[in-house]
């Protein structure tokens, strides 16, 4: 790859990851993005130097003030936003740049852009696309800042000493470039991913010791906002069919347990709704209070049923609810929410932008209810009874469907169990509605005509027939367990996991979850979808967790568990040492030379013969390499042995291809015998040199750089010929 086009290539690769970080955080708009990458292509092909010449300079000025009123209109009138006017602005920067680039001050200019972009995106977004566009930003930095000196400092020679090397290729000769005629653009690859590596190396330590003091703007991450319906003041029926048709994530949650030893499949709790107007379900009490603090999480409960307990780490992504989820029956939030607060029907809220990421732990005590406990005697706060009993005026056959389920059942629970498993066995599952949609009763319509539908259909028969019987239920919206991802120890929730279910009153546990909706096969991945779904979800949450969410108290356990490995390294080294002592001391006075000699030839029998393998295969590979390097290294000050290592480096590249140079032949005669060869020509030059050093005049000036451009050359062609 030639000097130009190496250059090219990694400063469009840094532009290009500063666009990519940006435009990952949803900051700009579909409009902007698609003109700044036609723009970004189109300058590729381009000669943007020949059009920048035809480009009058007033032309380039009026544009410039002419987008002065345009980013007024745009931040009054159309983004709104003072942070989306400046990424249009610097887009549109770039674009002329990119367009009419052709000095130094042009790719400077561009480099600060993308540079500005890459600053900007570490402050809006979590997501990995950033780590990757970070490292690409890393990597070319390094290379094009390298490039860009060499091109200067080229321009520059060239003006002030003009230097020509020995041997420039017929298609560089005149064009301002000899000296990067044969280009090394591996080597030069391999010394910029060595200095990045080392740059990171040297980064990870001081990630981890530098002292963390707050969350800073990471505390809460911006994402793209997922619109989720459900939950609002007003669910109707048949709405959270909508959100069931998406996979888009919603969160991922990690618990303190395996998925064998769960009892049951959890469910992510939203909202719950206790009025039912016929069509639509309501909360009617939505006074939110506080909640107090107790150290570093918000006490729900005083008291608790249970103690297997369940610890939740939910990742959120920016929803459009500030509704905060958590497993029944919720007794502590960690204070990450920022301000909790909770309404009459138990539901939880965090106010918070909602293009906002959220992280969280809860603690929850799934209680499993003990039939033998609960009672129709025990009495039920009137309150509850006042609530969660109001029943809309219906058709009458809903009652009596609700009668003849329970029928021969004597207590509340056992007639609440068997109407879930009834409805759960006597109807089928389906997101699409048939029939009598338009029905004035939707759940007469359910239950007589249709006899089929999604989760609100279920979860809505359930509550109003068991209020009808005088139990206290209601209707709650939230999300299934979703689908466990083994790579990252986490649970990924989508939209279509979206769920609702029914809570009912039984004394002295409270509030029981029943759940009526038959199994639903839903959307399912497999296969490799499945495999680098679950890998793209893990890295994400790895990158979301364990880099951004490092704070002071992550910081204290990695040192804590650094000091306790080292200790227990340190411990065991001494104990075997200690017990290798005793046992010399024990039995090397039985032994003899020869059960030593055994005993060490039957301990080294596989590794010794193998080391020796490789160094005999190193030594041979790199022998001619290796022998000039060290030539060179020793007589770096006599130019006569330093020539005569390129050349008998040379002889040995070309020997190990079976062209051998003669006894009788002069080095001159054997460099035209091969000069048909793809190596003949550099091969003839290399001669040249040497030969003008070896037998030419002490002060013969002796061009190092030359010789080592031919030597790679001449390596170079012997390859290509196989």
């Not at 367009?99 to 890459?118: A, F, M, N, V």
């Not at 979590?126 to 860009?148: D, E, H, P, R, W």
């Not at 979703?482 to 929730?493: I, K, Q």
Request: aromatic content about 12%; some cysteine; charged content about 20%.
């Amino acid at each position: 790859m030639t000097f130009a086009r190496s250059f090219k290539l990694s400063s469009y690769c840094l532009f290009a990851s500063g666009f990519i970080a940006i435009w990952a955080t949803g900051a700009v708009d579909w409009p902007s993005a698609l003109f700044f990458v036609v723009t970004f292509i189109s300058s590729w092909f381009l000669d943007t130097g020949a059009l920048r010449n035809r480009i009058p300079i007033w032309i380039l000025n009026c544009l410039a003030l002419t987008y002065l009123p345009f980013f007024a209109l745009d931040y009054l009138f159309l983004s709104r936003s003072l942070i989306l006017s400046v990424f249009h602005l610097l887009l549109f920067t770039a674009a002329i740049k990119l367009l009419t680039l052709s000095k130094d001050r042009d790719y400077i200019l561009l480099y600060l852009i993308s540079l500005t972009e890459l600053l900007a995106a570490s402050t809006l977004t979590v997501n990995i696309v950033f780590a990757v566009c970070f490292l690409v930003f890393l990597f070319c930095g390094i290379s094009t800042l390298v490039l860009f000196e060499m091109r200067r400092t080229n321009a520059r020679v060239q003006k002030e000493i003009p230097v020509q090397p020995l041997f420039v290729p017929r298609q560089f000769q005149g064009t301002g470039m000899e000296l990067f005629s044969a280009f090394p653009a591996g080597l030069l690859a391999m010394m910029v991913v060595g200095i990045a590596l080392l740059v990171i190396i040297v980064s990870i330590p001081i990630f981890f010791i530098l002292p963390r003091i707050t969350y800073g703007m990471y505390g809460r991450p911006s994402g793209n906002m997922q619109f989720t319906t459900g939950f609002s003041e007003r669910v109707e029926l048949g709405q959270i069919g909508n959100i069931k048709q998406s996979d888009a994530v919603v969160m991922r949650v990690k618990l303190d347990r395996d998925p064998s030893e769960l009892h049951a499949e959890l469910k992510w709790r939203g909202l719950a709704f206790d009025y039912y107007d016929g069509r639509a379900w309501q909360r009617t009490n939505q006074i939110r209070g506080s909640i107090p603090i107790q150290g570093r999480h918000y006490k729900l409960e005083n008291s608790t049923q249970g103690t297997d307990w369940i610890h939740q780490t939910f990742f959120l992504e920016a929803l459009s609810t500030d509704v905060i989820f958590a497993t029944p029956k919720a007794l502590a939030v960690s204070v990450d929410v920022g301000l909790l607060l909770r309404d009459g029907s138990e539901n939880l809220y965090a106010p918070r932008s909602l293009n906002k990421k959220l992280r969280y732990s809860v603690v929850s005590d799934p209680v499993q209810p003990d039939p033998a406990n609960i009672s129709d005697l025990r009495p039920i706060p009137p309150e509850i009874i006042r609530v969660y009993t109001q029943t809309p005026p219906e058709d009458p056959r809903i009652k009596a469907l609700a009668q003849q389920i329970t029928k021969g059942f004597k207590d509340k629970y056992s007639k609440a169990l068997a109407m879930e498993q009834y409805l759960r066995t006597h109807y089928g599952y389906s997101l699409v509605l048939r029939g009598k949609p338009s029905s004035p009763d939707p759940l007469a319509a359910f239950l007589f005509d249709i006899r089929s539908g999604h989760c609100e259909y279920f979860a809505s028969a359930m509550t109003i027939m068991l209020r009808q019987l005088g139990i206290p239920a209601r209707l709650v919206n939230g999300f299934r367990m979703g689908e466990y991802n083994r790579l990252g120890n986490s649970w990924t929730v989508r939209q279509y996991n979206a769920h609702s279910w029914v809570e009912a009153y039984f004394p002295p546990y409270g509030w029981i979850e029943f759940d009526p909706t038959p199994p639903d096969s839903g959307q399912r991945k497999s296969g490799l979808s499945l495999i680098l779904a679950n890998l793209s979800d893990a890295i994400d949450l790895w990158w979301w967790d364990s880099v951004i969410n490092y704070d002071f108290s992550k910081q204290a356990v990695v040192l804590v568990n650094a000091r306790s490995k080292a200790d227990s390294a340190a411990r065991s080294v001494m104990d075997h040492w200690s017990t290798l002592q005793e046992r010399l001391k024990k039995g090397w006075q039985d032994l003899s030379v020869k059960e030593v000699a055994f005993w060490l030839l039957r301990k080294w029998a596989f590794w010794i013969p193998l080391m020796a393998i490789i160094v005999v295969i190193i030594t041979a590979t790199i022998r001619a390499r290796a022998s000039g390097w060290l030539q060179r290294l020793i007589h770096r000050r006599n130019s006569r042995k330093v020539a005569a290592s390129f050349y008998m480096e040379a002889l040995a590249a070309l020997g190990a291809e079976g062209m051998q140079r003669g006894a009788t032949q002069t080095p001159l005669e054997f460099a035209r015998s091969i000069g048909q060869h793809p190596a003949g020509k550099p091969f003839l030059d290399l001669t040249k040199i040497y030969n003008s050093i070896r037998f030419g005049p002490p002060e013969a000036p002796f061009h190092r750089t030359d010789a080592e451009i031919l030597l790679r050359e001449l390596r170079v062609a012997l390859r290509r010929k196989h």
